[in-house]
């Protein structure tokens, strides 16, 4: 499942309360990479993890978002830690958590001309789901996967918290309060000089405290191309990637009290670099996520930049 | 002078010298057992099998196959040449692999077994 996120689109002035950059952490977070092997980093990927075999990655995040169309000049940062486990149930079946540890700053101007800051942090929403791989073509040095996926994620996070202001704006809580289920397929072609990975996914957002995240659907593919070595030799060396990726993501309005917020929802297009080096125990990463393209909805908060570097094991 | 740490004098110590030779007398019978212990733990190895993996493409899937076939009874040692699509397995001295067992691992561990070679005489 894709890991980054952008939930945070909204905030006109007139939803502020209820909509902001919250939920865009959420997601954010929520969403992170669940893949347990080279692949991809910001989306989960349809390779093994071996039965009982474990995976943890963790995730250090950074979001920027200051464009703002509207009076407000709101500008965010979150950054966030996001831990994920993996464990192969079967050779084809593999169980995830993700648990996102966020910390989010929102700056606007008020209508009276003050700067005010409101930020929380902890616990985001926990994810959890399972990856089928229901197709396998193996052949020497070359696997091509397709793997359906499906999970939950869950009310942990803070959706309630306030300052001295009042409550914080839905979009800007750590939790979104409701139980939502999302589900997609992941496909994976990867041969020893190359792998790209396809996927795509759909989160259906449930209502809770009078608000519902509009719906999410994702489309997200990956390019990891072996810069090093260029021949291989005996054993298994490390692996050099260069990483291209991209990002394209839906969003429906969010609705307030039964009503749709004109100030959520809409489409982002990024494209993100990245290098990945990978060796049989551990994997080093980073990626810059920029966003090329961004339709969003009335005064949604556009995105400048996502920065994502972590490392995973397996043991 | 006296030494502050323990006592003795500089005159009481054996010099450096003195001290070592009995630690050179014991080097070579203690080199000597070294290597007839490594030679007879590599004479006592089992018998060496070829397991070609299909679908092994990158280092990170490596580990998985090395953990399914190494939890096998008897396996001594699992090395993969990842160009290769190949795991070698060697196993303790007296035992054989069998190659439904590697099938299962391979299956286990997300792969395809692609082939089985097992020495002369060995299991198949």
């Avoid at chain 2, 997300?110 to 089985?116: A, E, I």
């Amino acid at each position: 499942m894709r890991t980054d996120d952008a939930r945070m689109q909204i905030h006109t002035p007139s939803s502020l309360s209820r909509s902001a950059p919250g939920l865009l952490l959420l997601a954010l977070t929520a969403s992170l990479p669940t893949d347990a092997t080279a692949a991809s980093q910001t989306f989960n990927t349809a390779l093994p993890v071996a039965k009982g075999e474990f995976v943890f990655r963790q995730q250090l995040l950074y979001r920027k978002a200051d464009d703002d169309p509207s009076a407000l000049s709101r500008d965010l940062e979150v950054r966030g830690s996001i831990s994920v486990l993996g464990f192969g149930a079967t050779g084809d079946l593999a169980l995830f958590g993700v648990v996102p540890f966020l910390d989010k700053s929102l700056d606007l101007t008020t209508s009276g001309g003050a700067r005010v800051n409101r930020d929380t942090s902890g616990l985001g929403d926990i994810r959890l789901f399972g990856r089928y791989t229901a197709f396998r073509a193996d052949a020497k040095g070359r696997t091509f996967r397709i793997a359906p996926f499906a999970g939950i994620e869950l009310p942990t996070g803070d959706d309630d918290d306030a300052d001295s202001l009042g409550p914080l704006p839905a979009t800007l809580q750590l939790g979104s309060g409701s139980w939502d289920p999302f589900f997609g397929v992941v496909a994976t072609w990867q041969t020893l000089q190359f792998q790209i990975d396809a996927q795509a996914s759909y989160k259906v957002n449930t209502e809770a405290n009078g608000f519902e995240f509009g719906d999410e659907l994702r489309l997200d593919a990956s390019l990891q191309y072996r810069l090093w070595p260029r021949e291989l030799g005996a054993g298994v060396p490390g692996f050099l990637y260069g990483v291209l990726e991209g990002n394209f993501v839906h969003r429906a309005k969010n609705r307030i009290g039964g009503a749709d917020d004109p100030d959520s929802g809409g489409e982002q297009l990024f494209i993100s670099p990245g290098l990945q080096y990978v060796t049989k125990r551990w994997v080093a990463e980073a990626i810059v996520q920029l966003p090329v393209a961004q339709n969003l909805n009335g005064a949604a908060l556009e995105d400048d930049v996502i920065i994502r570097t972590g490392f995973r094991v397996n043991f | 002078m006296a030494n502050p740490t323990n006592g003795r004098t500089a005159e009481s110590r054996p010099s450096r010298k003195r001290r070592l030779q009995p630690m050179r007398k014991l080097l070579p019978p203690i080199l000597l057992a070294l290597a007839l212990t490594v030679a007879t733990a590599a004479h006592a190895a089992g018998p060496t099998y070829r397991v070609h993996v299909a679908g092994l493409a990158c280092p990170f899937c490596a580990y998985g196959i090395e953990k399914s076939l190494g939890a096998i009874d008897g396996v001594a040692r699992v090395e993969t040449h990842i160009e290769d699509g190949v795991v070698i397995v060697e196993m303790a001295e007296g035992k054989t692999l069998d190659r439904a067992e590697a099938a299962q691992a391979v299956e286990d561990a997300g792969f395809t077994l692609d082939g089985f070679e097992a020495p002369a005489g060995g299991s198949q």
